[in-house]
């Protein structure tokens, strides 16, 4: 079956504008995470979502980032005013539940210049 | 003071030997443990989960947990160079969800 898909696949934007970046969760997945991974550091947890609702979101790192979910399916992931600092690969991962696997989809390359 | 420890590595060995991956993390709390290989460009695919202290077997991948000692390991057994990857080791402290905690991974590099 289809796995976990995120778009772009690349996304290279100047200092100051804003990023969307695009997760398809595994179809019946309820949970969604989303992680980043900056060179030569580990993954590291934004936000959590069990259906539509995120019980936690304490590690999206500033309020420039936020993340919404809808119909329990598709998440965005939004940054505003894009720093170089943000430059990373974000990864998204679901699993059936919020205790079972996580299913991790390719990333997306972010690159702030 | 980084919550889950890695070697960086590499590790290197010779294709058919063992390799052996440690782990070391800070949360007494921590409940469950896995084991996530990454490709170079790709993303993490779980390998192994443990929970409980002591081994935990699945073909040539064998876990080894310690909680008193804060420790987890991944032994590899007959190394192929298709396990050349770097090997990302997380811990879950909490209840409810899995809110995973990675190291940086080591990078394992097996020689033909």
């Known amino acids: 079956g289809a796995g976990v898909s995120q778009s772009p696949s690349n996304k290279v934007t100047e200092k100051g504008k804003d990023v969307e970046l695009r997760c398809d969760p595994i179809?019946?997945?309820?949970?969604l995470y989303w992680y980043r991974q900056s060179l030569g550091q580990g993954l590291e947890f934004l936000i959590y979502?069990?259906?539509?609702?995120?019980?936690?979101k304490s590690g999206l790192p500033s309020d420039r980032f936020s993340a919404e979910r809808t119909g329990g399916s598709v998440s965005t992931l939004t940054i505003q005013r894009t720093q170089q600092e943000d430059s990373a690969v974000y990864l998204c991962?679901?699993?059936?539940?919020?205790?079972?696997?996580?299913?991790f989809g390719p990333g997306t390359r972010l690159t702030v210049l | 003071q980084k919550e889950v420890e890695q070697n960086s590595g590499p590790l290197s060995v010779p294709e058919g030997a063992i390799a052996s991956l440690n782990c070391t993390y800070s949360?007494?709390?921590?409940?469950?443990f896995f084991w996530y290989r990454q490709y170079s460009g790709k993303s993490p695919e779980l390998i192994m989960s443990?929970?409980?202290?002591g081994d935990k077997e699945d073909g040539r991948f064998t876990a080894q947990l310690n909680k008193a000692s804060q420790y987890v390991s991944l032994l590899i057994r007959d190394s192929q160079p298709s396990d050349s990857a770097t090997y990302l080791c997380?811990?879950?402290?909490?209840?409810?969800?899995?809110?995973?905690?990675f190291g940086t991974g080591t990078r394992l590099l097996v020689s033909p």
């Open positions: 949360d007494r709390v921590s409940q469950s």
């Open positions: 979502f069990q259906g539509n609702s995120a019980p936690d």
């Open positions: 179809s019946g997945h309820t949970a």
């Open positions: 443990i929970y409980s202290n």
């Open positions: 991962a679901s699993s059936r539940d919020g205790t079972d696997t996580q299913y």
């Open positions: 997380a811990v879950n402290g909490y209840t409810g969800f899995q809110k995973l905690v």
